[in-house]
């Protein structure tokens, strides 16, 4: 159940969001009736049939529950087979920047089903993200295009760009972005998430969190272990307290190098035809970096839009295609597109046409940078990025390039949370062993940290996300068997490729 929204810039993201400009910051408001929901029918786009929605009022500050409050959005799925309730199952999903109550629009039928009419399906908007209060740092608009903000570096590996980009949007940020900026953080938003629980008088709640919903799950475990039930972690994150943010960055690279392999073998599969890249799979690597190489040093226009085909931008694409094969078409089409037609404009569709949104931005910025402290010393990233970029060319560097943390104004108000084997054993983690994003090796460690409290199963696949997504049926039945029924794996185990559901995502 892949938790694929249009925000969520660190790890989620499949296309940038339409840029919908919001001029003045939110500020907090006091609300008159915290911890309260006034359920209502949900009428937004993508809702799912019969769901309600609703706003809960939270406090800004949570060491002064009385003082100014925010707005959280929140949605509900009742169970189909009321018989059959057992309890309520929150979405948490990933980002920083992803929405639950989108997640739950997109996925809440399908999971209903896979677990049998045993919850409630229920989401949440983190502070700043969709319907809940907005936050907005008022970010220069040629400072949001994600090829900027991820901070490739240029060609010859130079960051001074991405170094003065980052400071920009740092002080733009302390300008503008007021006490919710100020307050938006992974415990924050457990806390929230603990508030919601009250609200819907849940003694405990069960879980699916994806990605960096992952790490929101581990730390309300960690928070609030005797008010967890089932609990999934699905694309795990590594949870070292030390390094949050910058660890899940730099996974980025050698996810995309474990990836890469699957992708190569679908585009040199006969089947594709006219469209098929290279003889071989072996060929596809060389023939891309050459490529994007080329485009270094001689970007292509695309017709009808402003922006280049750079080097660059093939390389984000390719990021990002590699969380889902339903993304290797395009990409193979902008390949193709690239290498042919000497100079005239490329005539396929601008993969990235609109800038990130404010609120993306400002959410991404704010829960990294406040969770954790970054180095502020700017030779630290040059020697990182050119180590990177030697060890992982697909991704040339970006992933240990500057960010907006290393100049940001504040101190974070607490320390991160460190997660531990203390608690209930109650929490299954599934993981694909080829994952671009939450690569294999770092959702170990999240399993290290957890001790007897987990157990993990792994999937002989690619991707970025296991249970309802790629089709394995192991893997499936192993989640869908916990939430339901409780029984996990005695220890670790592994599910070997499904050939139907390989067959299925070749296609």
Sequence with gaps: MRS???????????????????????????????????????TGEGSAAGAECATLAVPLDYRKPSGPSVDIAVTRLRSERPEARRGTLLLIAGGPGGSGVEAVGREGEKVRKATQGAYDIVGIDPRGVGGSTAVDCGVAESDRQLVEFRAWPRPDGDISESVARARRVAEACARNGGDVLRSLSTRNEARDIDSFRKALGERKLSAVGVSYGTYVGAVYAQ????????????????????????????????????????????AADPARGK?????????????????????????????????????????Q???????DRAGYPGLAALVQAARSGGDSPLTVPDPLPEPLTQRDVAVFAGTVCNDVSWPRDVSSYERAVAADRARHPLTAGMPASITPCAFWKDEPAEKPTRITSRGPSNI???????????????????????????RLVSVESSGHGVWLDTGNACSDRAVSRFLVTGQRPAGDTFCAASAEAEDQRSR
């Design 4 to 42: 694929r929204s249009r925000t969520g810039i660190l790890l989620t993201l499949s296309a940038a969001a339409c840029a919908t400009a919001l001029t003045v910051p939110a500020q907090a408001a006091t609300a008159p009736h915290p911890g309260s929901l006034g359920w209502r029918a949900c």
């Design 317 to 323: 694409v390719l990021q990002l295609s590699l969380y």
């Design 223 to 266: 928070m609030f272990p005797e008010r967890t039930d089932r609990w999934v972690l699905d694309s795990s994150l590594d949870p070292d307290p030390a390094r949050l943010g910058r660890t899940w960055l730099a996974n980025m690279a050698p996810g995309a190098e474990d990836s890469f392999p699957d992708f190569a073998r679908w």
């Design 428 to 454: 299954l983690m599934v993981q694909n062993l080829r994952d671009p994003a939450t690569p294999h090796h770092g959702a170990l460690k999240m399993r290290a940290a957890l001790g007897d409290r987990a």
């Design 275 to 315: 469209d098929r890249l290279a003889e071989r799979p072996e060929d596809v690597r060389p023939m891309f970096l050459n490529l994007a190489a080329e485009l270094d040093r001689k970007p292509r226009a695309f017709k009808g839009s402003s922006h280049l085909l750079t080097g660059n931008l093939l390389r």
